[in-house]
């Protein structure tokens, strides 16, 4: 390939990129609109990368993004954010999926940018949603009794999503304003959101753990933990699994090896 050649190819990608926007282009793209094939298509892309001019996501198969766009998608993230954030300033944060369609970005490249902008305490990420790092919803002094309700409901006798579903129903709340109230807790803290509709105050959590690990011997049995914590089956396996993740506990067989507490 000639030098003029390997340059109008370079430029004809970077142009496509551009076109792109927050979709990216794959190998395949590259071949049907530009003519190159994969080999080629790749080390255009290491040298638009190594000029700083392009993102490479993944080789197999070849996916790129020019860097402009991703910067552009970036501040697109944060303006908003911005806007939920000034129109609803009660809300606890605005539905990531929703963002993504809104800039009708590929899901590998809104996740880059999200995860760039959460690396850099720019934007928090709870509960499926999103807010910029330095916002807290502003709430009425009814829901700030609300919530502690809510809280209290977790810590005393609330696992479950039927118990939930009675604050609900106790209260006249819908379903998206339970919802929501429950991402502010997990924002804040107070609880922690595990699988099958469980919901753990942070404070019961911390003293399952401690009494985890001033269990006798290294191992515990699914019916230790039953018998430990009161759950049922039913909501003991997601919470083992939850204590799996956090390094309390490991998987060996169908028991549980207590891991040692890091000093």
Request: hydrophobic content about 40%; overall charge positive.
């Amino acid at each position: 390939m000639t030098a003029a050649a390997e340059r109008g190819n370079k430029e004809g990608l970077e142009a496509l990129l551009r076109r792109n926007s927050f979709r990216g282009s794959s190998a395949a793209e590259v071949e049907r609109r530009l003519g190159l094939d994969a080999a080629t298509a790749a080390a255009l892309a290491q040298e638009l990368e190594s000029e700083g001019e392009a993102i490479i996501l993944s080789f197999d198969p070849l996916k790129l993004i020019s860097r402009s766009s991703l910067e552009l998608l970036r501040t697109k993230i944060r303006e908003a954010l911005e806007r939920h954030h000034r129109s609803r300033p009660s809300d606890p944060g605005m539905e990531e999926e929703r963002l993504r369609k809104r800039f009708t970005a590929s899901r590998q490249v809104f996740s880059m940018a999200m995860k760039s902008l959460v690396r850099e305490a720019v934007v928090a990420e709870e509960e499926g949603r999103c807010r910029l790092a330095t916002f807290a919803p502003r709430l009425t002094p009814r829901d700030e009794r609300l919530l502690a309700r809510l809280e209290e409901t977790c810590f005393k006798d609330g696992f479950s999503a039927d118990r939930l579903d009675d604050f609900r129903a106790e209260h006249r709340l819908s379903p998206g304003a339970l919802d929501k109230m429950l991402s502010i807790l997990v924002g804040r803290k107070k609880i922690v959101r595990g699988r099958e509709g469980l919901y753990l105050h942070s404070q019961w959590l911390e003293e399952v753990v401690e009494k985890v690990r001033s269990l006798p011997g290294k191992e515990m049995s699914v019916a230790d933990f039953k018998a430990l914590t009161g759950l049922s089956r039913k909501y003991a396996i997601p919470l083992l699994e939850l204590l799996d993740q956090m390094g309390v506990t490991r998987r060996k067989g169908s028991a549980r090896e207590i891991v040692p507490e890091k000093k």
